[in-house]
């Protein structure tokens, strides 16, 4: 669920300096925003980060069970002035700042899916295995000031088995434009009725296999969520990345007797090496 808020109008004499210092400093990245990662440090043409990481979350979604998993960070970058090309983990995609306040992203993304043996307790036994499939993650972020203080971000995740969507606010802190520092957002996730039982739907099948109550889950709310973001450039070629994510479902969702638990977290480190 990896992303708050509006300014006073200032001098224009000041707002033109400001923005003047930010067209300056802010050279090395697209935008300068924790979550987005940007290894072309300017440059048109290719950039490498390769790193390794380490999270701490649930085991599936609804899950009480939690546990340590490693995973690989970083990405394939080709930089075209304002546009960036990437490829990271199972995922290729584009990102562009099509203007001062608006930074465009989508991406084909790869699902795994749940599987029985997702559960150490057995707590999925009967419910059978989910496919794996492509998801289209289109998202979107308007920016308030011209440093990407506070802004709105949108995103639309559409698959094989149904629809979820994301609106939120978010505030980057700290005084530096160079994709480091820290930044929070909070969102309210939304999911059609597909998307929704694909999660935390039993149906008859599954419900005498599995003896689990059956429920059918409506579309709407999913949950509300806040995530964390944190961007340190060791030095010139290693930096540091961390983000910490709190979900909280919704009365419907919390009512199925897979959401053994009220929430979803996960707090994830890593280390990329930046070419």
Same mark, same amino acid.
């Given at each position: ?89 199972? @995922? ?9 306040? !608006? /930074?465009?992203?989508? #991406? &084909?993304?790869? *699902? +795994? =899916? ?25 998202? @979107? ?9 506070? !802004? /709105?971000?949108?995103? #639309? &995740?559409?698959? *094989? +088995? =149904? ?47 599995? =003896? ?64």
């Amino acid at each position: 669920m990896k992303n708050i808020i509006s300014r006073l109008l200032i001098p224009s004499i000041l707002l033109f300096s400001i923005n003047t210092v930010i067209a300056q400093d802010n050279k090395t990245v697209l935008v300068p925003l924790p979550s987005v990662d940007d290894f072309t440090k300017g440059e048109n043409g290719w950039a490498f980060g390769l790193g390794l990481g380490v999270e701490y979350e649930s085991a599936y979604e609804g899950s009480d069970e939690f546990g340590f998993e490693p995973q690989p960070a970083g990405a394939v970058q080709w930089r075209d002035g304002n546009n960036i090309y990437y490829f990271a983990g199972e @995922a290729f995609g584009w990102r562009s700042l099509v203007s001062d306040e !608006w /930074l465009l992203d989508a #991406l &084909v993304g790869f *699902d +795994e =899916g749940r599987e029985e043996g997702d559960s150490d307790d057995g707590r999925l036994d009967g419910l059978g295995d989910q496919e794996e499939g492509f998801e289209l993650v289109l998202q @979107a972020r308007r920016s308030f000031t011209p440093d990407w203080r506070y !802004w /709105l971000v949108g995103r #639309l &995740v559409a698959g *094989d +088995e =149904g629809n979820l969507g994301l609106f939120g606010i978010g505030r980057r802190f700290g005084d530096q434009s160079d994709g480091t520092g820290s930044e929070v957002n909070l969102v309210a996730v939304f999911h059609d009725s597909e998307y929704a039982n694909k999660g935390f739907g039993v149906n008859d099948e599954q419900s005498a296999a599995s =003896g689990l109550d059956k429920i059918k889950i409506s579309g709407g709310i999913r949950s509300i969520g806040v995530d964390y973001n944190y961007r340190h450039n060791i030095n010139e070629s290693w930096q540091l990345y961390g983000e910490a994510l709190f979900e909280y479902y919704s009365s419907e969702v919390r009512d199925s007797p897979i959401a053994r638990s009220d929430y979803e977290a996960e707090v994830g480190i890593s280390a990329i090496y930046v070419f």
